[in-house]
């Protein structure tokens, strides 16, 4: 059994810094890519950040510049640093990770979510 386990959300005012983690933890024999998803209220789950297992990143247009993604292999662990934060990230935001589990079967898994609020 898998799991990923997020923390790090909250309220902060405009202009301010977050930083999410997540860490994956049970059975499991490596990581691929591992990303982060937002779904703001009456939109759809979309892609913020991701990273690869050599540490490639790639990120959506609107916190590029902003958010940082960066991976500790040795924690499993998956990192979120968000800067001048705007209301308009307000979302619950979600990990999701590739894992390659020691029976040897791959598949994504989510973490529950957190929210974060970006408001005056």
């Known amino acids: 059994q898998v799991q990923l386990v997020e923390s790090g959300g909250g309220l902060v005012q405009p202009g301010k810094s977050l930083r999410l983690s997540c860490a994956a933890s049970?059975?499991?024999?490596?990581?691929?890519?591992m990303a982060w998803y937002r779904q703001a209220p009456g939109k759809p789950r979309e892609l913020v950040a991701a990273?690869?297992?050599?540490?490639?990143?790639d990120y959506t247009d609107s916190v590029k510049g902003r958010f940082t993604i960066s991976r500790d292999n040795a924690k499993n662990t998956v990192y979120l640093q968000m800067n001048s934060l705007k209301p308009e990230d307000t979302a619950v935001y979600y990990c999701?990770?590739?894992?390659?589990?020691?029976?040897?079967?791959?598949?994504?898994?989510w973490g529950q979510g957190t929210q974060v609020t970006v408001s005056s």
């Open positions: 999701n990770a590739e894992i390659e589990s020691f029976s040897r079967y791959t598949r994504n898994y």
């Open positions: 049970g059975s499991i024999f490596s990581i691929n890519a």
């Open positions: 990273i690869t297992s050599g540490g490639s990143t």
